[in-house]
Nanobody, 121 residues
Framework: QVQLRESGGGLVQAGGSLRLSCAAS????????MGWYRQAPGIQRELVAT???????KYADSVKGRFTVSRDNVENTMYLQMSSLKPEDTAVYYC???????????????WGQGTQVTVSS
């Protein structure tokens, strides 16, 4: 079965940087659009950034200029480089793939388990 696994979260001081990774596994042929989302306690999950298979990216206004999303289609991995972090960036960060195809067929709307990012002031 296909899985998405996030890594790279942790505790960082305001103004610092972190790089998140999202690795897909499970006999994969390819992945369509992917995205990063985040959810803070008591707040609805929100979109952070998306990236198409061709590399076109979009960002939430709150992270524009500070976060950069990228992907490696050979390694089936997506990244989120986060800089100038603020306490309000504290959340669990999730990766999503809208469609993955592999030896087992096609799966849609796949989510990882999330990784905690905590930014201290």
């Amino acid at each position: 079965q296909v899985q998405l696994r996030e890594s790279g979260g942790g505790l960082v001081q305001a103004g610092g940087s972190l790089r998140l990774s999202c690795a897909a596994s499970g006999s994969i042929f390819g992945i369509n659009a992917m995205g990063w989302y985040r959810q803070a306690p008591g707040i609805q999950r929100e979109l952070v950034a998306t990236i198409t298979r061709g590399g076109t990216s979009k960002y939430a206004d709150s992270v524009k200029g500070r976060f950069t999303v990228s992907r490696d289609n050979v390694e089936n991995t997506m990244y989120l480089q986060m800089s100038s972090l603020k306490p309000e960036d504290t959340a669990v960060y999730y990766c999503n793939a809208d469609r993955i195809w592999g030896v087992w067929g096609t799966r849609r709307d796949i989510w990882g388990q999330g990784t905690q990012v905590t930014v201290s002031s």
